[in-house]
T-cell receptor
Framework: NAGVMQNPRHLVRRRGQEARLRCSPM?????VYWYRQLPEEGLKFMVY????????ESGMPKERFSAEFPKEGPSILRIQQVVRGDSAAYFC??????????FGPGTRLTVL | QQQVKQSPQSLIVQKGGISIINCAYE??????FPWYQQFPGKGPALLIA?????SEKKEGRFTISFNKSAKQFSLHIMDSQPGDSATYFC?????????????FGTGTRLKVLA
C-alpha cells in the first residue's frame, strides 16, 4: 500500500505566477488535510477536504489560495499570484478516520 | 486556547541517555494526543499516540506520559540513539463544528551525540 504521494517535491515560482501542488492520499483514505510549515516552525492547518467537499478551510488565506479534492484524481492546493511569503513546505496528510493522519513527503515551494 | 506549547525548542542528549520533550495545552476538548517524528526533508511520521483516559503508553523505547489534571503530556525516549536525531512534534486533536482538527506544537529539534 503506497503512502501519501505529493508532487512536485520542489517547486520554484516567480512572484505573480501560480503554484499547483498535488496530493494523492493513501488507498482507502477519504480525508485529506493540507498544512504549511515555515522553517523552524510547526505545522499550521490550512484546509480539510473530503471527496468533492471542503469541510474546513479556516486555516487557509481568503485570497489567492484554493483547494479541491475531486471525485477522481488527486487533491490540489492552488496558490495564485504567489508572493515571497508563500515560500514554505506544504504537507498533505490523509486519514481513513478522524484521528490518524499519514503525511506525505511535502512540496517545498520557493518563490523568487 | 487552541495552542499546544512545546518545550524545549532544542535538545542535545548523549547516546544512551533519556530524551524528554514536554507539551502543555489549555483546551479540555482535546481527546487524542499523537507525537510525530520528522527527519530533514521528509514529512512527519506518526510515532506514538495516547488518549486522555490513559496515563502512560509505551512502545519500544518511546513512552508518552499523560497528566490530565495538569493538562500536560510528554515524550520520553529511552536509550537515545544517534538515529533518533530528528524534530519531534506533539499534537492534539479536537472536534469543532462537526470536523476534527489537529493543533501542532512548534517542534523540538533533538540531537543525540554518538
Amino acid at each position: 500500500n503506497a503512502g501519501v504521494m505529493q508532487n512536485p517535491r520542489h517547486l520554484v515560482r516567480r512572484r505573480g505566477q501560480e503554484a499547483r501542488l498535488r496530493c494523492s492520499p493513501m488507498k482507502g483514505h477519504s480525508h485529506v488535510y493540507w498544512y504549511r510549515q515555515l522553517p523552524e516552525e510547526g505545522l499550521k492547518f490550512m484546509v480539510y477536504l473530503q471527496k468533492e467537499n471542503i469541510i474546513d478551510e479556516s486555516g487557509m488565506p481568503k485570497e489567492r489560495f484554493s483547494a479541491e479534492f475531486p471525485k477522481e484524481g488527486p487533491s490540489i492546493l492552488r496558490i495564485q499570484q504567489v508572493v515571497r511569503g508563500d515560500s514554505a513546505a506544504y504537507f498533505c496528510a490523509s486519514s481513513p478516520d478522524k484521528e490518524s493522519q499519514f503525511f506525505g513527503p511535502g512540496t517545498r515551494l520557493t518563490v523568487l | 486556547q487552541q495552542q499546544v506549547k512545546q518545550s524545549p525548542q532544542s535538545l542535545i542528549v548523549q547516546k544512551g541517555g533519556i530524551s524528554i520533550i514536554n507539551c502543555a495545552y489549555e483546551n479540555t476538548a482535546f481527546d487524542y494526543f499523537p507525537w510525530y517524528q520528522q527527519f530533514p526533508g521528509k514529512g512527519p511520521a506518526l510515532l506514538i499516540a495516547i488518549r486522555p483516559d490513559v496515563s502512560e503508553k509505551k512502545e519500544g523505547r518511546f513512552t508518552i506520559s499523560f497528566n490530565k489534571s495538569a493538562k500536560q503530556f510528554s515524550l520520553h525516549i529511552m536509550d537515545s540513539q544517534p538515529g533518533d536525531s530528528a524534530t519531534y512534534f506533539c499534537a492534539a486533536l479536537y472536534a469543532t463544528s462537526g470536523t476534527y482538527k489537529y493543533i501542532f506544537g512548534t517542534g523540538t529539534r533533538l540531537k543525540v551525540l554518538a
